[in-house]
């Protein structure tokens, strides 16, 4: 079936470091990928999406390619605000409305 | 309402008790969906609307799960017979259409705690 494995956290970060998170999806075709973030407090927003092979999504700084080849869709930022703390969602659908999900990474910016 | 609404934010029901969650969309959107966070997990998909008809309902983990919009607008979750295994956040989300084609918006979740 359809599935989304993101990395791990939490990832700890400086402000103004280098951000990555990982995620790999399986899919039976050529899904559409999200970004998806929760702020403490918040309910989830659509941070970025890609919908078919070699988009780039871009969104406040955050960027993520369709990688059909490596069935990817890592987030990068290039210099991370303390603001960017929140848990960071990677998740997909395919031929539904229905959003798949993975466990999401807790990132936390300290100054 | 500017965004998706939930009620209640937080219920605590006894084991064996009937709980009704609710949900109020974006006003004007087509799709609606329920989904069930466990605690460190992902959301899991539960069941989907478009306007008043019930599309998918594959995630509802038992037949004690029911969901309705009977006006294409609202939606309520119920959960009867509640047992500990359902606790979990409960989300709603709407988007105007396809969730591809236009964003979901994702309410604050309703906390279900079974004791």
């Known amino acids: 079936g359809n599935s989304v494995t993101q990395m791990e956290g939490p990832v700890t970060l400086s402000e103004e470091a280098f951000l990555t998170i990982n995620c790999t999806y399986t899919?039976?075709?050529?899904?559409?990928l999200f970004w998806y973030v929760q702020y403490p407090g918040e309910g989830l927003q659509l941070l970025l999406k890609?919908?078919?092979?070699?988009d780039k999504g871009s969104n406040k700084g955050f960027e993520a390619t369709y990688r059909k080849e490596t069935t990817s869709f890592h987030l990068e930022k290039g210099s991370v605000q303390v603001s960017d703390s929140a848990v960071y969602f990677c998740?997909?659908?395919?031929?539904?409305?229905?959003?798949?999900f993975g466990t999401g990474t807790r990132l936390q910016v300290f100054p | 309402g500017a965004g998706v609404s939930q009620s209640p934010r937080y219920k605590v029901a006894k084991r064996g008790q009937d709980v009704a969650l609710r949900c109020d969309p974006i006003?004007?959107?087509?799709?609606l969906f329920w989904y069930q966070q466990a605690l460190g997990q992902g959301p899991e998909f539960l069941t989907y609307?478009?306007?008043?008809?019930?599309?998918?309902k594959s995630g509802l983990p038992s037949d004690r799960f029911f969901a309705e919009r009977p006006e294409g607008s609202v939606s309520t979750l119920k959960i009867q017979r509640t047992q500990q295994e359902d606790s979990a956040v409960y989300l709603c989300?709407?988007?105007?259409?396809?969730?591809?084609?236009?964003?979901?918006?994702f309410g604050q979740g309703t906390r279900l705690t079974v004791v």
């Open positions: 989300a709407s988007s105007l259409y396809r969730v591809s084609n236009t964003e979901a918006f």
């Open positions: 899919a039976t075709g050529y899904p559409s």
């Open positions: 890609a919908t078919k092979a070699d």
């Open positions: 998740a997909l659908s395919y031929n539904t409305d229905k959003l798949i």
């Open positions: 006003s004007g959107h087509v799709s």
């Open positions: 609307f478009q306007n008043e008809a019930q599309l998918d």
